[in-house]
Structure formats: C-alpha cells, structure tokens
C-alpha cells in the first residue's frame, strides 16, 4: 500500500539555522508533492508545490527538492525563526487512478531562540 | 476573500448517535475533500468531491458518509458514533490548477463519550 514516511522524531534546531525535514514514500508515482505548516488546533496552511518533472522550487525562505528516483522530498527553512515552530506536512497525489491527496504524519520542528 | 468554513467548531456526542458537519469552500473552489486527524494516526482521507460527484473514497466503514450540493458546499455524516471516531475532522478545498494546494478550514472537533 501506498506509504508516506516523514521524521517521527521532532527536530529541534537554533534559531538562524537552516532546518531540512524529510519526506520518503514508497508504491506511489506523485505527479506533485505538496508541503503544508500546522499550526496546533488549526488545519493545515499550504506552503508550496513541486511537480514530478521538476528538481527543486523555492519561495522566500522556503526550499523543496523532489528526487523521484529516491522517492523523497526534503524541505528547507533558511534562517529558521521561532515563529517557524510548527508541524510540517508533506503530502502526494496523482490525479490518474483515484483523486487522492495522502498525507504524512508530519514532523514537528521547534525553533529556540 | 472569506476561507473554508467548517461549522460546528465543537460537538460532543454519545455512543451510538451520528452526527453531520457542514464544509462551506471557497467561492469558486469546486474540489471540497474530507480528513480525519487524530494523533496516532496523522490525516487520513474520508472523500474527495468535484461538482457534486464523488471522485473517490477512502478507507472508511459505510458509517462515513458526504455529500456536495450545487453550490459546492458539502456536508459529512457520521453514523452510529463510536468513541474511535473522536478526532479533528477537516475539510479543504482547491481550485483544480496545477501549482495550487488545499485551503483547510480550522476543522470540526468531535468528542464521543
């Protein structure tokens, strides 16, 4: 069956560093990858998009990498900010079979000042 | 411009009662999907609906029910309540283009005692 896999463990970094999540999956062909911020008690904030045919996207301080060979993402904070302390979410689809968005469990990240 | 709209924020209900949760997407979004959250267990797709049809269903018992009306707004039902189906219960929607992800509403929690 179709499996996401994101660190389960959170990630604590300095504020100023640059904090890199991962996203595996297995027994799926994405045609895009979407990463989303929760913040807790809220539903989840879309962040950005990368489709299958492209390498790398990036927005502000944001930086996605999809390698489809590997079956995984990494998702990059620059200068990572307390008010960057969230969970983050990865999340796969494909259109063709069955209209899915599947969701990993996300990993949490906390920012110390 | 006004976000997804999920309505009632809170419900507690007993065993055995079901329930129905309202999801107002939006304006012009006509792809509303369902998810339920609980800690354990991350987002797990309930449905997906485009125009009114149901494009796809997750892994749920025949419990789980939704629908989409004519002006996109949707509603989720829940039968036979079982203390298992506590969760955050999240609706999203999206405008179908290629380089956009869901809006989530701030979800419907639900405790059954």
């Known amino acids: 069956s179709q499996k996401i896999e994101q660190n389960s463990e959170a990630l604590n970094i300095q504020e100023g560093k640059t904090a890199t999540l991962t996203c595996n999956y297995t027994?799926?062909?994405?045609?895009?990858l979407q990463w989303y911020r929760q913040d807790p008690g809220r539903g989840p904030v879309f962040l950005l998009l990368i489709r299958e045919n492209e390498k790398e996207k990036r927005k502000e301080r944001l930086k996605v990498t999809f390698d489809t060979t590997l079956k995984q993402s990494l998702f990059h904070i620059t200068a990572s900010q307390p008010a960057d302390s969230a969970t983050y979410l990865c999340?796969?689809?494909?259109?063709?079979?069955?209209?899915?968005?599947?969701f990993g469990a996300g990993t949490r990240l906390f920012v110390k000042a | 411009k006004a976000g997804v709209t999920q309505t009632p924020r809170y419900l507690i209900k007993t065993r055995g009662q079901q329930v129905t949760l309202s999801c107002s997407p939006i304006s012009g979004h006509r792809s509303v999907s369902w998810y339920q959250q609980t800690p354990g267990q991350g987002l797990q797709f309930l449905f997906e609906y485009f125009s009114e049809t149901q494009r796809n269903k997750g892994n749920f018992p025949g419990r789980f029910s939704g629908r989409q009306f004519s002006n996109s707004r949707s509603e989720m039902n829940v039968s036979t309540l079982e203390l298992g189906d506590s969760a955050l219960y999240l609706c999203?929607?999206?405008?179908?283009?290629?380089?956009?992800?869901?809006?989530f509403g701030s979800g419907t929690r639900l405790t059954v005692v």
């Open positions: 999203a929607s999206s405008l179908e283009v290629l380089g956009g992800g869901y809006t």
């Open positions: 027994n799926y062909s994405p045609a895009y």
């Open positions: 999340a796969l689809r494909r259109d063709t079979g069955g209209f899915k968005t599947i």
